[in-house]
């Protein structure tokens, strides 16, 4: 990654602040490599910073300016990111917004005390504040946790092991000849092991899933808890990741450590900007490559279809299968109607239920076997 913007190759919008910054820093003389940049944008998303501050700091961690010019580079970054936080701003014409919509009506930034007695469409606003989890987990999540380890679909490893393979196993017929004084009855194979493909739960936490989020983080503490693989984020006005607070045993005290990270619950819907910042970072688009990736949304994206396009057109490409699910699509009737919906439907594998914790793991270990026989069949044809 260079330091500059290529104007035919744009960049998400949140990385624009990054490499302003990176390039101030190198007008003023100060040493700003590639590699640091990178770092930069790394421990941010690790962060999951809730002010500029923690950007600040991240910025002199990685950046690491001398003491004495530290006023001039904090004047620099005053300058490249005042006023502006690592969300996803919406961009394009807004889907499914009354004609006569005025943003001056809505505040950018709600009073925490506000409430939203219907949640029932999604906004461009940002609401920050923390949520505390009630309910007791349930038997359909103490089943499904059961069925996951045999469940959810394998690949093959690199590593190899003992079995009825093609492949012979040198060092296992060396050790056998040494016991029988050179003597080979049979001589030993191995195959590649199988292991779960990793799943990449995608949480939509807006204010139009508000009705869903706790069932959702439940199931995906119950998920994280039976699988080898799992990586969970919540995506609204920002993106976080919550997989290591969902991997202490104890489900209340998992989710109160998800809901301290989750600063935009009930906020807005910037999906496609949100899922470019989880793309533009390597680590976290490893993630998704060869996973089974489910995302929980409704799809009320209020930002113009573009950024969700183009993100869903990549985590098709890296991903193993991609489901959707919508607690729309508990009525057997739904369609897709919005636009941004209906423009990724062909980079979907399943358009599914996600209206209660029960649906989803329905949903989930159903598209599993399903494939799985699928395999199963395509594995018996003669080729």
Do not use: C
Not at 52 to 74: C, K, Q, S, V, Y
Request: overall charge positive; glycine content about 8%; charged content about 25%.
């Amino acid at each position: 990654m260079s330091g500059r913007v290529n104007p035919s190759n744009p960049l998400p919008r949140p990385l624009a602040p990054f490499m302003a910054f990176a390039q101030a820093l190198r007008a003023s003389g100060f040493a700003v490599a590639p590699e640091q940049t990178r770092a930069l944008i790394a421990a941010t998303g690790l962060l999951g910073p809730r002010s500029l501050m923690d950007i600040r700091r991240a910025a002199h961690a990685t950046l690491g300016p001398a003491p004495e010019r530290r006023e001039e580079f904090n004047a620099l970054f005053d300058e490249a990111f005042l006023g502006q936080t690592l969300t996803a701003e919406a961009f394009g014409e807004p889907e499914d917004m009354p004609a006569a919509y005025d943003a001056g009506e809505f505040e950018l930034m709600p009073d925490v005390g506000e409430e939203d007695p219907s949640g029932a469409e999604a906004s461009v606003a940002e609401r920050l504040f923390a949520r505390r989890f009630d309910g007791d987990e349930n038997e359909a999540l103490r089943a499904f946790a059961r069925a996951v380890p045999a469940s959810l679909p394998r690949r093959r490893a690199r590593r190899m092991t003992t079995g009825k393979g093609r492949l012979a196993d040198p060092r296992r017929a060396f050790r056998d000849m040494m016991r029988r004084d050179g003597e080979m009855i049979r001589l030993p194979r191995r195959i590649r092991q199988m292991r779960q493909r990793r799943v990449l739960l995608l949480v939509d936490v807006s204010g139009s899933m508000k009705a869903g989020t706790d069932g959702a983080l439940r199931l995906g503490h119950a998920l994280v808890q039976a699988a080898e693989q799992v990586e969970v984020f919540t995506l609204g006005t920002r993106l976080t990741r919550v997989t290591r607070a969902l991997h202490h045993r104890n489900r209340d005290q998992a989710l109160d450590l998800a809901s301290g990270l989750v600063a935009d619950w009930d906020g807005g819907t910037r999906l496609g900007e949100a899922l470019q910042v989880f793309l533009s970072v390597p680590r976290f688009a490893g993630f998704a490559r060869g996973a089974l990736a489910v995302v929980l949304s409704d799809g009320l994206e209020r930002g113009g279809p573009e950024a969700l396009i183009s993100a869903m057109e990549r985590l098709h490409g890296l991903a193993w299968s991609v489901l959707w699910l919508t607690p729309l699509a508990a009525d057997r009737a739904y369609r897709a109607e919005t636009g941004a919906l209906k423009a990724i439907l062909p980079m979907l594998d399943r358009l599914g239920d996600g209206a209660s914790p029960q649906a989803i793991a329905a949903e989930v270990l159903g598209f599993a076997k399903g494939r799985r026989i699928q395999a199963s069949l395509a594995a018996r044809v003669p080729a």
